[in-house]
């Protein structure tokens, strides 16, 4: 019975890594995967089982892909291709899709831009039509500009100034990264964000939108030699950018002290803390210590039975929430992150040292076989019941794309999850849980006495 | 992301699917009833129940006793403590979730058709013998009162709150089904029985299933889970008298961003003009891009991030509803064009091409909501919840066609009411003030 508290939890699992909410499990889809002359990539996921289609292209170009100085320029620039082109008018494209009954969206991460259209599975071509002509012909003015840019600062008044805990994630994010732009909010931070303009947005999408920098996923009641021919039509008329940069983004140094940070709001009814410590992310062919983090996770914080659970929150009672995560679907080091909320005459202080008590106990102890049989028996399970849910499956395939996986490393992860030893798991733990990666953050009321 | 969907959206219309869902009801041998949606190519089923009343059906002096006993359900049950019980589920890798509403408690359950008969047993358990141990008790109240806390500091939480005590008074709906600090903090594991006895009864049970199952079997699953519940429950409380004059209430609290809440009478989902209504608000602010609002408050203007309204029919009373954020200096300038809005669409209804394009959405986005098993089960249950026919699928976008221009407009000019229509905003706004009309 944790709603409330799941929200935070999920709050910390969006905001503090790089990547979206976790979802690292695969299944036996049915999937077909080629890539276009000009270098787009396309994965086509079946399920006829109605007939609606999810018609997806993800950019490999996130927050993380910006230019120093603009930060926000990714997420303002997806707002922006709902604009005009040379052919289609400001909020065509949407009205379009409304009018044959879908949905459109997109979204914005680290990693990757991603534009998605739901809808009658006849229309895919109509689809294919307008989202190839926003890759390459995109129409803006400054009046869309500045209307637009004030949009994106009530999104961020709306998801961060008017939201303690995104604030308190924000300080933590820039604490853990000190060379890597994942330190800098998705959304940008707001003094760049108020200083965006036309130059700074074209410049992003001249440089990235490209079909050699994109991923086609259609998913659905589709059929995938259908999906090849329909693209071959739209999207391989493109030509590909020969000027695309490659993806070299600054990296870590060693981190060699673990920092601190209070943050103090008088909006903050929950106070609680949060620690974040700097690990790995998956690679392609090399997805090991990944798993055994993500296994990590589900034992320490990942329910009602999970360690952290079992000590604070039922054994002490010193805490009414605790959890762990780690999402390796990220192009560079990641986070793995813990989160304790203490009960109501427990005081920060006492909440960090049990948490530090029970990870030291958990080190000790070792992994419970048969907590982390019950785990792999859900993983299992998990693949028959993802069946139901194509368009989780379509997303997984797209982020894994966009964050330097394959295919095949995306059919290699369950077993590999699977695989994984309790030794595996101890020694992950022991490599990731080091204090000088760390960050530890405490979440205050404003004026609240140190304790 | 660039639109958020926000979820009560999804409560205006709970709908079902396309056509290739065949819909069978299915009378159990000891005479519960259940819609079924039989698909075996997963091997897995999901399960919908729903109690009527919800935590309306709260004692005086009890407000948040369905609320906790309804958390409290997954910690324990039978044999099985908190603990022992968590584990259970996990060796079954099935899921449980629970939830409760102002008109429902909600029950559903995932599981694997190998474990059928294990998960069955263990929500048998659940429902009928929940343990409320004091040490779950409390470590789920210490759960329920963080989150109040949590709400009190909430702008969103803050605008709900004002908007329903506002709205709906003494009812049931014009407080926080959670409770309060005080009024959770005093119920006792007895007030928890009594809830559990007021809530689950055959009189108000809706079951939807959707999965590997069929008929027989789904029959002999429901009469093993369900057969032994009492005939009947708590007492409904009446319907409640929806107050509310025009004006703005301000709710001052130091943040960046002020949140809105408007909203004046709505219409009942029985109501033979709800389709018109229904329509009418897609094309007022029914959540895409392309609504009126969206297009004045965001893209003309860039006031907000997101601007929606939709009619929320309860079954006790029904509002129309709406909701903005802007910041504190431009917040006075998105109200008013939101009220402009609201005018127009009273004085001057749609033009025709409005009300095709808004039924060419509605109509082809109904396919969309066939989206797994277990959105399926919830649509099953909702349906029979509003009294629909076993037929609706093949008539709902008929329904939607046969609103006409004049019956849009007739019905435009009925309900929307913009001299009633309030404003609740919380924040340090800019140039507003409390007012009445």
Redesign the interface.
Known sequence: ?????ASIATLLAVLTGPGAAAQDDGAQEAVTAFTLDNGMQVVVVEDH????LQHMVWYRAGSADEPVGSSGVAHFL??LL?KGTDTME??EL??TV??????D???TSYDYTAYFQ???ADRLGLMMKMEADRMVNLRLSESDI??????????R??RT??NPAALFSEQMNAAQYLNHRYGVPVIGWKHEMETLDLEDALTFYRRYYAPNDAILVVSGDVDPDEVRQLAETYYAAIPANPDLPERLRSQEPPQTAARRLVFSD?????PYVSRSYLAPERDPGDQESAAALYLLSELLGG???SFLA?RL??DT?TA??SGAFYNGMALDNTTFDLVV?P??DVTLEQAEAELDATLSAFLEKGVDPDQLE??K??L??AQ??E???V?GIANRYGQALATGLTVADVQAWPDLLQAVTGEDILASAKAVLRPETSVTGWLMRDGEADQ | MRALFAGILLIVLALPAVAAVKIQEVVSPGGITAWLVEDHSIPFTALELRFRGGTSLDAPGKRGAVNLMTGLLEEGAGDLDARAYARELESLAAAFSFDSGPDTVSISARFLTENRDKVMDLLHDTIHAPRFDAEAVERVRGQVLSGLRSDANDPDEIAGLAFRAMTYGDHPYGSDGQGTIDSVTALTRDDLLAAQGAVFARDRLYVGAVGDISPQELGALLDALLGDLPATGAPLPGKADVTISGGVTVVPYATPQSVALFGQRGIDRHDPDFFAAYVLNTILGGGSFESRLMSEVREKRGLTYGVYSYLVPRDLASVYMGSVASANDRIGEAVEVIRTEWARLARDGVTAEELDKAKTYLTGAYPLRFDGNERIAGILVGMQMDDLPLDYIETRNDKVNAVTLEDANRVAAELLDPEHLHFVVVGQPEGLETTTN
């Open positions: 019975m944790v709603r409330k508290l089982r109605a007939p609606v997806e707002h709902f400001p909020g949407s009205a409304a009018a044959n009954g879908g949905r969206n997109a979204f739901r809808v009658a500045e209307t637009e840019r004030n949009v994106i600062l009530e999104e008044n709306m100034e008017n008088p909006r903050v009814a929950q329910g009602q039975t079992e929150q039922f009672q009414v929430y909320v009960a109501e019950r785990i028996l859900q299992r399970a028959i019941y069946r139901d849910d368009a």
